[in-house]
């Protein structure tokens, strides 16, 4: 790809994440649970209602991580953090480099990104390229650390419980 046809590509995939966050966002109201809790091992994303309740989970594919006090981008397959599976689940991602002719898809080492919104348009990429419904943006249990993209493979309410 030329930069010219990247930058489209980024654009349209741009779009078609901020429309599938809204879908998702209109049949889950995910943004209005109390909590969440991702469980690696299984690669679950819960989300708990008001009452504390288990209400949606998810299944989820990493895509990276982005750290905000150093502006730096890791691949969730070449993550340490994320477990082994979790990591051979991400692979696919690695398929973006030979698709866009850009070295960063295949860079297995954290790397300098310019801000969040770039984070946001890796993710973007990251869902189209894995089909995937939307992506959650995991923010870090410690104040500044990493903030985790999943991207979601799907979603189903939990009901019965309570």
């Not at 109201?29 to 998810?58: H, I, P, S």
């Not at 340490?80 to 398929?95: C, D, I, M």
């Not at 390229?129 to 923010?139: I, S």
Request: hydrophobic share 45%; glycine share 8%.
């Amino acid at each position: 790809m030329t930069d010219d046809e990247f930058d489209a590509f980024v654009a349209k995939v741009s779009e078609e994440l901020k429309s599938k966050q809204a879908e998702l966002t209109s049949a889950y109201d995910l943004g209005a649970m109390k909590r969440w809790w991702f469980e690696q091992q299984g690669a679950r994303l819960q989300f708990f209602d008001d009452n504390d309740d288990l209400a949606v989970e998810a299944d989820v594919v990493g895509i990276g991580s982005f750290a905000p006090a150093s502006s730096s981008w890791r691949w969730a397959w070449s993550n340490p953090t994320f477990l082994p599976e979790l990591r051979e689940r991400a692979l696919p991602l690695r398929q973006l480099k030979p698709i866009t002719g850009f070295d960063l898809f295949g860079n297995q080492e954290t790397f300098s990104i310019a801000d969040e919104t770039m984070a946001w348009e890796l993710a973007a990429l990251a869902v189209h390229h894995l089909g995937a419904l939307g992506c959650y943006r995991a923010p870090s249990s410690e104040a500044g650390g990493p903030t985790t993209f999943l991207a979601i493979s799907a979603l189903r309410r939990v009901a019965g419980l309570g």
